[in-house]
């Protein structure tokens, strides 16, 4: 049986196939330190503005009011987008929600005692357990691989931006001493993979909303 093309979107998927190989063989072959070292201490002053505010795009304070204003476009303005939307971006949030409480492993500041090596400002967070996976990773995969899956064929070029989009997120948190890169990569994974199955099936059922709502 032939998917549908609009819940295939190989701009989004593809660069997150390699990701997620690249970031496998990373973690093979490197140490947390070493990985978390490579990028917390490669820093600039635009880099710490760009990405202070880059991070929270994996937020639900960004998240939810695009979400919302994604209704007052016509064909996104049904109970089929309300409750995909909802289910798309709310159970990778559970899911890594229930594994941080399980795992609760330190953040980067607590598993190196504060060492002075680690690039810090004094206006980011000071976070110190619940490391294990991202929650920023995981809510910025789950909606950015959600809007690519909604591109129309002739934007769905975009999945490529929102993919770098997704990835900077993903960048940034271990950039601001928030976690170490197996927290992200897992919670990229949980993202995107969560939300591509709940799309799957969901669209499914698309047809159905669509009829009951032009009732």
């Known amino acids: 049986m032939r998917l549908k093309r609009n819940i295939y979107n190989p701009y989004f998927f593809i660069p997150f196939i390699l990701w997620a190989v690249a970031g496998g063989l990373l973690l093979s072959i490197f140490t947390a330190k070493q990985l978390f070292f490579a990028v917390n201490t ?3 002053d635009s880099a ?3 990405f202070y505010y880059a991070t929270y795009m994996g937020d639900g ?3 939810i009011p695009i979400l919302f204003v994604l209704l007052l476009i016509p064909r996104f303005r049904n109970w089929w987008y309300f409750l995909t939307a909802l289910l798309c971006n709310l159970i990778p949030f559970f899911v890594q929600q229930i594994l941080k409480a399980e795992f609760n492993s330190p953040r980067p500041f607590k598993y190196f005692h504060n060492a002075p090596w680690i690039h810090y ?3 980011w967070p000071y976070l110190s357990d619940r ?3 991202s929650g920023h990773s995981a809510g910025a995969f789950s909606f950015f691989c959600f809007l690519s899956l909604l591109l129309p064929g002739k934007y769905s070029a975009w ?3 929102f993919f770098l989009l997704a990835i900077s997120v993903c960048y940034s948190r271990i950039y601001l001493t928030a976690h170490f890169f197996a927290d992200v ?4 994974i949980i993202g995107a993979v969560t939300t591509s199955v709940i ?4 669209n499914k059922y698309r047809d159905a909303f669509t009829k009951r709502d032009a009732r």
């Not at 990569?185 to 990229?188: I, K, R």
């Not at 799309?199 to 969901?202: Q, R």
């Open 42 to 44: 490669t820093y600039s």
């Open 48 to 50: 710490d503005t760009l």
């Open 61 to 63: 304070a960004v998240i």
């Open 121 to 123: 400002l004094y206006q």
């Open 131 to 133: 490391s294990f996976p």
């Open 159 to 161: 999945g490529f931006v």
């Open 185 to 188: 990569y897992a919670g990229s």
């Open 199 to 202: 799309f799957v099936v969901m």
